[in-house]
């Protein structure tokens, strides 16, 4: 799906195309099968990355062919024990080839389990979160043979609704599902003593495959990051853009989507009042830091709550530009909507949103101008673009069209092209919330959150900061 919520197509190929696209990108394009192996390997990790996360669907069981396929979904399994999964593999039939042993060994080394199919429980289901599906590719042509046929009787059990099941295990097809013809589909759409492969998520590699026209399940992605444009023009290929650097893009139709189970079952470390620090100006260092040290984008991002006269809230995201005991300090245009409510009522709140570390901390207070000199002294440590940005826009106020304020920038851009001193605005500077009070916030499994509040209070003549813990 795109930005405009339509349909992203992609061509569909049959089997004769494909092998000739894998013989070309062997042959004259000068492709080794284990570089397209670990792309595509890549490619299912990544997709399933995108919709399976490892805190709840943790334990992967990838259930591997003897072919090229079964390859895909060893090095799947390797990336999805980087990603956080537990991967377990069933690979019954294996080669012999020095490429698929060195897959093995690899695996072996992270400690992965290799299991036979007769280890495996009679329902999947009652060990595994998600099951991968990479036993056979477009080349399959026929009646798959034991253990794949019973292999492929008990993924399919996963997916008709007649078996009871102790919880709901998802399975992720690569390229193909396994049983399925590569051009007509499900044989169980034609034979309804048949139960086929009805997967949950099909990650079609290099083009999706003609079957893949009967895929019915929520998700489709396309992966395989690697099709040259000499055979997308010599396959007439329509192959949709993939999003920045990702490895895989979401096809087809969007997914039905019951937004009220959207949800996430958190799991932290305990957020106890005997770990934190006494002063929150300490305890937000010390977690501003841990998330700068996780890499997080933007950790200094920030949802800033105002109120003005007429009792109407807004927020928007401002950037955190420095912070110590006297406040949070941040930098606007003073005739915005916020700096016009801030002069109406200088009571606001900021709210930081650390999505991966489980964290949030939200802080009230008074709000003040800065310094003349601190908001010069910030101006010009910006980049010559910001501080022309900051002089063009007159933040909050409606313009004619997209190109006004475009013009007005080259224009500003011209005129000090030579390197002069930009000149800081008068309406442009910064604003420092004094807090009153803190809120940290740890997420937990069964929304049991941890909340601890410091307060400020008067006790003894002196100001001291009260901790308390609020209920989730």
Known sequence: ?????????????????????????MGPLGFSVDQLMELAGLSVAAAIAEVYKPNESRKVLVICGPGNNGGDGLVAARHLYHFGYQPVICYPKRSSSPLFSGLVTQLKSLEIPFVSEEELPPLLSDEYDLVVDAMFGFSFRGTPREPFAYLIRAVSALTYANIHHKKETKVVSIDIPSGWDVELGDPAQEDTDVQGIRPHMLVSLTAPKLCAMKFTGPHHFLGGRFVPPAIVKQFNLKIPPYPGSSMCVRIGKPPSVDISALRENYVSPELTESKVSADPFDQFKIWFDEALAAGLREPNAMALSTVGKDGKPSSRIVLLKGFDK?????????????????????????????????????????????SEEESEKYFHSRPRGSQLGAIVSKQSTVLPDRSAIYNAYKELEQKYCNGTEIPKPEYWGGYRLTPTLFEFWQGQPSRLHDRLQYTLREAEGKQAWLIERLSP
């Open 1 to 25: 799906m795109d930005a405009s919520g339509d349909q992203i197509e992609a061509s569909y190929i049959g089997q004769q195309a494909a092998k000739e696209i894998d013989e070309i990108l």
């Open 326 to 370: 006297q406040g949070f300090v941040w930098y606007t245009n003073y005739g915005s909507r916020k700096a016009r409510e801030l002069s109406e009522n200088p009571h606001a709140s900021i709210l930081f949103h650390w999505n991966e570390l489980n964290r949030e901390v939200r802080i009230e207070g008074t709000v003040t101008k800065v």
